[in-house]
């Protein structure tokens, strides 16, 4: 596959985005009609799961007007017609930018050439080109060997500058596995979702989270595969609670044998390859076998075991009986959005769904919307031998070739008519038709709630982004504070923020001093001016940058020291609310406090009041959940504390290699020493302080 021309890139939640590379292709003769450098970009944060469906785009940002005036129309053809002049004739990818250097539009042809000469016809173009010609002042052209290559760069580049003018995938995230590891004699059974380096076998992938969760949770029952960590497997003396309720066969203290386990190990996988039914023939053989021989208990533990399979293809809904392995995509269009449906078909079972809701302008048919949304949508997941659709797309041939160089064996693209496939597909169609119509109706309600917030705090206008922060801690250690964003379509979670708190003159459980950090790290930010190659703004371009009202957790006292920071940086556009919890903390009786104002107090079933816990409650479970990584995290390199000369970078570096303090404690000088950045004397040390000689400590 062709390199995109800039640099990958990646972001922590609380650093700056990086620098963009260069824009040499990896492959083929790269050819610019001007040489600029591209547009800023901000690269997606790490952020908390999300199995809810995509937001639906800000039908506003298509309104570009019915008129575009002859004076800038003629200036963007005539930057067309000089590129045409230095265009190939040969398969490339092409990019229209504005006067901002930013990124109008990304496409490709077979002939560039062609393909540009066709934007600088007088006469002839849609009102949506023509918009895009009319604020195009350079274009920039990438050649590649062949016409795949093309579909793959372009797709790559789609995703990396979201172009104001082409289809783009919104929530892009990576889909989550199963994994059955192969680093340990007893194997074990968890979700997995990144890159794929750790040894086992990969099943998937499953449309979220909670699918394999749910499988897992039956899988366990049927197979009784361990799904505990290492290190609290070696640690065990007696079996967990998961063996007491049947869930687990009890290998960590020798309830079964090793040939026992590893034949459970070889049923799990065998019935997630697909041969489910042999797997339960074999079941079911085995209890008549066991009742003959009048071994109830143990028939009884193969009837529960067939049950729980059972109940795996109960819940993976319509299974198909010839389409071994295959995606399915539907596309609904309705009041000018998309939705696109996608089902999961791997060794005959149905592994899920999920819904996705593409920015495209309201002039793209669904066939349009569905052949620039499946480019993108493979560019970073292995595709299946499959690939049915509701609408067939005009460069079917050209993604089928695309998607087998990819995946290294032939790949179909089909439209089914009849049959089986065509059942498959009218059942995604129902799907996404419903899916929309449920996100059309939480997008008004979502609207209507805005609208309620906006009166109660007495803004001028509806917020688009509305920012709550906490903070978390336990007696000052670990203090981590938090950002969470809302807007018109819910919760923005590739906002979030986490901040380490780092002021090392903060009394231990200052929350005020916590939270003015917070805000002026925010802030502050916010306020200077962006650094050469930093982004200039966030990746979704539907969410402003600045917020129209902040929210913190706490009473008068917080607001006051919040409303200082605020005055310090003169910020005066942005409204401050703070929300305290009622007497008990009951729920309910929340007062909210803005300044210069009279205390608020909402009716208790005013939606107006739940819509503010459900944010405070937000904020406070993704704080909650990143100070109990940093505990966890803490609690791990506790016993490694007391060593002498071996500092953090040394810590994780061990606990990298050996995984557990049990295995560092385990291990030899010579094993010590192959850890990068222990040296001979530090690999010595530390097995000293694990083996101490009698009277040396």
Known sequence: MIQDPTEPLHETPS???????????????????????????????????????????????????DVVAEGPLAIGRAAIEHAVRHAPTSPGVYRMLNAANDVLYVGKAKNVKKRLSSYARPTGQVMRIA?????????????????????????????????????????????????????????QILKHRGAQSRPGRYFGPFASVGAVNRTITALQRAFLVRSCTDSFFESRTRPCLLYQIRRCSGPCTGEIDFPGYTELVREAKDFLSGRSRAVKQLLAGEMEKASDELAFERAALYRDRLAALSAIQSQQGINPRTV????????????????????????????????????????????EVLGSF??????????????????????????????GVKAGFKVEVLTPQRGEKKELVVHALTNAREALGRKLADTATQTRLLEGMSKMAGMATVPKRIEVYDNSHIQGTNAVGAMIVAGPDGFIKNQYRKFNIKSEGLTPGDDYGMMKEVLQRRFKRLLAPPAEGEAAKPKDDDVPLWPDLVIIDGGRGQLNAVKEIFDELKLTDVTLMAVAKGPDRDAGRETMFIPGREAIKLEPRDPVLYFIQ???????????????????????????????????????????????????????????GKVPGISAESARKIFDFFHPQPGAR
């Open 15 to 65: 650093e700056p985005a990086a620098e963009p590379g260069s824009d040499s292709p990896s492959s083929g003769e790269g050819i610019q009609s001007t040489l600029q450098a591209p547009p800023d970009l901000e690269p997606e944060p790490a952020v908390a799961d999300d199995e809810e469906d995509g937001a639906l785009p800000d039908a506003g940002d298509d309104d570009f007007g």
């Open 131 to 187: 918009r895009m010609i009319a604020a195009t002042v350079v274009v920039e052209i990438i050649s590649t060997a062949t016409e795949t290559e093309a579909l793959l760069l372009e797709a790559n580049l789609i995703k990396q500058l979201r172009p104001r003018f082409n289809v783009q995938l919104r929530d892009d995230k990576s889909f989550p596995y199963i994994l059955i590891s192969g680093d340990h004699w007893a194997p």
């Open 324 to 367: 071994e392995e295959a995606d399915v995509f539907a596309i609904h269009q309705e009041g000018g959005y998309s939705c696109v449906e996608v089902f999961f078909f791997r060794t005959g079972q149905n592994w899920g769904n999920r819904a996705y809701f593409p920015k495209a302008e309201k002039s793209y048919t669904p066939e």
């Open 374 to 403: 499946l480019a993108q949508f493979y560019e970073d997941k292995p595709p299946p031998k499959m690939v049915l659709l509701s609408h067939a797309i005009e460069e079917s041939e050209l993604l089928a070739s695309a998607l």
């Open 614 to 672: 459900r944010l405070r409650d937000e904020a406070h479970r993704f704080v909650i959940g990143s100070h109990r990584t940093l505990r966890k995290k803490d609690i791990r390199e506790a016993g490694l504390q007391e060593i002498p000369g071996i500092g953090p970078t040394r810590k994780r570096a061990l606990l990298h290699h050996f995984g557990t303090l049990k295995e560092i404690e385990r291990a030899s000088v010579g094993d010590l």
